[in-house]
Every structure is written in structure tokens, then in C-alpha cells.
């Protein structure tokens, strides 16, 4: 192997390096989000370049949901290309979440990866690099629906309080009637 060749393995590994989660931030409008069977919520923010590259924002993954909720990255791709350096994106959707009528778990909060992969240049050019340069995590928030609710403990009391003023007051009454018989 060569020394050109060994210095450009070197300088590859340096870049992977610097393609990291310090080449932009994703600012999300929220961390979590509930997702009800048979609705569609899109979770949307802004990207701030950290860099005095250009950023080529080519792709989102978004990894961690089960197979039943349907995900659509395509509103990622009318987001800004490419992001100037140090410069923050206009608040943008991202994905789009959708959970089906008949979805049958799992349920609760689910956490979710979210990745942007894209590439790095000094100079604006057309860059189809699909490295990961940023990303979060997100919650996608499942809600049971088909869960009985429990009464409240306030409610049973309240309702066997007036269960035994009833019977008292029959009680009552009856005994009021014995004594104008007699």
C-alpha cells in the first residue's frame, strides 16, 4: 500500500468523523407527539448549519417505528438545498406519521431515531452524499383506545354513599308506616 493511498484512508476517516451530529441540529417543534388510530400527524422544526459549509440535506431516515404505522418522508424533500453556512433553515415538515383503523400495537410511547443524511462542500455543488450528518429522537405517542377506563375511587365512594343513604331512607319510610298502621 501506498503512503497516497494510506493518507487518503486517513483523511476518510477524519471526514466520517466530521460527519457527525455537529454538521447541523435538528430543532424540532416538538418532542412528542400523540397519534391517534386512523390520523396523520407531521412532525416539522428547523435545521441550524453548524458549519461554514454548505449542507446538502439529501435524505431522512426515520428508524424505530413498528411496521404497522406508515411513515412519509417525502415533505423532507421540499425542505432548503442546500443550507448555507451557519445559517438556520425556515420552519419546515420533516415526516409525516400515519396510524390505521385497525392498528393493533404496540401502543404507548414509542421512541424513534430520526437521521439526516446528506454531505458537506465548501463550494455549492451538487452533492448526493448519503452520510448521517445530524439527527434526534422523537417520541410517536400510541394511545389504547380500546381500553375499559377504570371508575375513579371517588366515584365508587360517592356512589355507594348514596346506594346506603337510599336503603336507610327506606328503610326509614317503612318504619314510619309500621307505626301510623298501629
Not at 18 to 34: K, N, P, R
Not at 131 to 157: C, K, Y
Given at each position: 500500500?501506498?503512503?497516497?493511498?494510506?493518507f487518503l484512508i486517513f483523511m476518510s476517516w477524519g471526514t466520517g468523523a466530521a460527519f457527525g451530529s455537529d454538521v447541523i441540529t435538528l430543532h424540532l417543534d416538538f418532542g412528542a407527539a400523540a397519534v391517534l388510530p386512523g390520523?396523520?400527524?407531521?412532525?416539522?422544526?428547523?435545521?441550524?448549519?453548524?458549519?461554514?459549509?454548505?449542507?446538502?440535506?439529501?435524505?431522512?431516515?426515520?428508524?424505530?417505528?413498528?411496521?404497522?404505522?406508515?411513515?412519509?418522508?417525502?415533505?423532507?424533500?421540499?425542505?432548503?438545498?442546500?443550507?448555507?453556512?451557519?445559517?438556520?433553515?425556515?420552519?419546515?415538515?420533516?415526516?409525516?406519521?400515519?396510524?390505521?383503523?385497525?392498528?393493533?400495537?404496540?401502543?404507548?410511547?414509542?421512541?424513534?431515531?430520526?437521521?439526516?443524511?446528506?454531505?458537506?462542500?465548501?463550494?455549492?455543488?451538487?452533492?448526493?452524499?448519503?452520510?448521517?450528518?445530524?439527527?434526534?429522537?422523537?417520541?410517536?405517542?400510541?394511545?389504547?383506545?380500546?381500553?375499559?377506563?377504570?371508575?375513579?375511587?371517588?366515584?365508587?365512594?360517592?356512589?355507594?354513599?348514596?346506594?346506603?343513604?337510599?336503603?336507610?331512607?327506606?328503610?326509614?319510610?317503612?318504619?314510619?308506616?309500621?307505626?301510623?298502621?298501629?
Amino acid at each position: 500500500m501506498s503512503l497516497r493511498n494510506l493518507f487518503l484512508i486517513f483523511m476518510s476517516w477524519g471526514t466520517g468523523a466530521a460527519f457527525g451530529s455537529d454538521v447541523i441540529t435538528l430543532h424540532l417543534d416538538f418532542g412528542a407527539a400523540a397519534v391517534l388510530p386512523g390520523t396523520t400527524v407531521g412532525f416539522s422544526g428547523t435545521i441550524t448549519n453548524n458549519t461554514s459549509d454548505y449542507v446538502y440535506m439529501n435524505s431522512i431516515a426515520v428508524d424505530g417505528l413498528p411496521a404497522d404505522l406508515s411513515v412519509d418522508t417525502s415533505p423532507f424533500l421540499d425542505g432548503p438545498y442546500p443550507l448555507d453556512p451557519f445559517d438556520t433553515s425556515p420552519d419546515f415538515t420533516f415526516f409525516l406519521v400515519t396510524t390505521p383503523n385497525s392498528y393493533a400495537g404496540p401502543f404507548g410511547a414509542l421512541p424513534t431515531l430520526v437521521t439526516i443524511l446528506g454531505g458537506a462542500d465548501p463550494f455549492i455543488t451538487s452533492d448526493f452524499s448519503e452520510n448521517p450528518i445530524g439527527g434526534t429522537t422523537v417520541t410517536v405517542v400510541v394511545p389504547n383506545l380500546n381500553l375499559v377506563p377504570e371508575p375513579s375511587t371517588a366515584l365508587l365512594f360517592v356512589a355507594g354513599l348514596l346506594l346506603v343513604v337510599a336503603a336507610r331512607s327506606k328503610s326509614g319510610a317503612r318504619g314510619v308506616r309500621r307505626c301510623r298502621v298501629e
